[in-house]
């Protein structure tokens, strides 16, 4: 009976791994492919981008806890003007300087700390909070799961595939994926690198927002709450290889299953899970310096 009680609790621990880790990799994942898409167009490495994420955050606060507004239409406005913020950030900001990669991270850092300044001028450092979608748990192979951290997965799995349809089945996808391999040959097609670049932009900085608006319920949201998301941004899309998105995507879920791996794990030292995963990322650069799926030539991006 014994031997019986361990092995459940290691299926359901096993489970627990399983489900919390895919949802802390999504959300990884939705921050790493927008700034990897970004990056493979414009060539913009671009560290405000998880500055959007937590714009996203406060917007939905304001919409839904100041302002009363359903959930449903407070999330939709948020998305939208945190990708307008986004669009007219990089129109006035980086579009005239993006293939100057010194004077794009000092801009880029800069415009996260405006926000973050911003954001503790209009609230102060006090921890803000946004009521939870939909009440309720759901059991999962023997694990008991809110319902409202399922719905954060779908609703970023989902954006994610949106996303892949989007580049693959439309004309703007197209242009996107054409001006990534080789602008010159997009040029001569007569495909505008400006217009890419700009809807990559836009595309980009919407996951962002996604991500920041679909979470904002299981977050504490504070003017810092970026900061940690961008490391852990950083670190997927340099482990899966700069470019990739496919390799943005599979090493945010390398690195959100080791987060969550040394949580459980290692519950008293889960304050390092960050520090172990970047740990991973070292290693793995050691053997593979490029990364997972690093490229080689330009013309492999995307």
């Not at 307008?84 to 004077?103: A, M, S, W």
């Not at 290889?241 to 959100?256: D, E, P, R, V």
């Not at 008293?268 to 799926?293: D, H, N």
């Amino acid at each position: 009976m014994g031997v019986l009680q361990k092995l459940i609790r290691v299926s359901i621990m096993l489970s627990m791994i399983l489900i919390r880790g895919a949802m802390v990799g999504a959300l990884y994942a939705s921050l790493a492919v927008g700034f990897s898409l970004i990056y493979g167009v414009a060539r913009i490495i671009n560290l405000a981008h998880t500055a959007f994420f937590m714009l996203a955050a406060y917007f939905l606060f304001i919409f839904v806890t100041l302002l009363g507004f359903n959930t449903v239409s407070s999330i939709a406005i948020s998305i939208v003007i945190v990708t307008g913020v986004g669009v007219v950030c990089y129109k006035i900001l980086l579009e005239r300087i993006r293939e100057h990669e010194g004077p794009v991270l000092l801009v880029t850092i800069a415009l996260a700390i405006l926000f973050q300044e911003l954001m503790l001028l209009g609230f102060g450092s006090v921890y803000r909070n946004v009521p939870h979608f939909v009440a309720g748990n759901v059991d999962i192979i023997g694990v008991t799961i809110p319902i409202q951290e399922l719905l954060i997965l779908g609703i970023t799995v989902a954006c994610l595939l949106g996303v892949l349809a989007f580049l693959y089945w439309t004309n703007i996808g197209l242009a996107i994926r054409v001006t990534a391999q080789d602008r010159e040959v997009a040029n001569l097609m007569g495909i505008s690198g400006g217009k890419a670049c700009m809807a990559s932009v836009a595309v980009g900085v919407a996951l962002a927002a996604v991500a920041g608006a679909v979470v904002a319920p299981t977050w504490i949201i504070e003017p810092h709450m970026w900061e940690h998301p961008l490391v852990m941004m950083f670190a997927a899309v340099i482990l899966g290889g700069l470019g990739s998105m496919k390799g943005a995507f599979i090493g945010a879920f390398i690195l959100g299953y080791v987060e969550v791996l040394v949580v459980f794990l290692i519950p008293e030292g889960s304050f390092i899970k960050g520090a172990v995963a970047l740990a991973i990322m070292v290693v793995i650069l050691l053997t593979r310096p490029e990364g997972l799926f690093g490229v080689v030539f330009e013309e492999e991006r995307l």
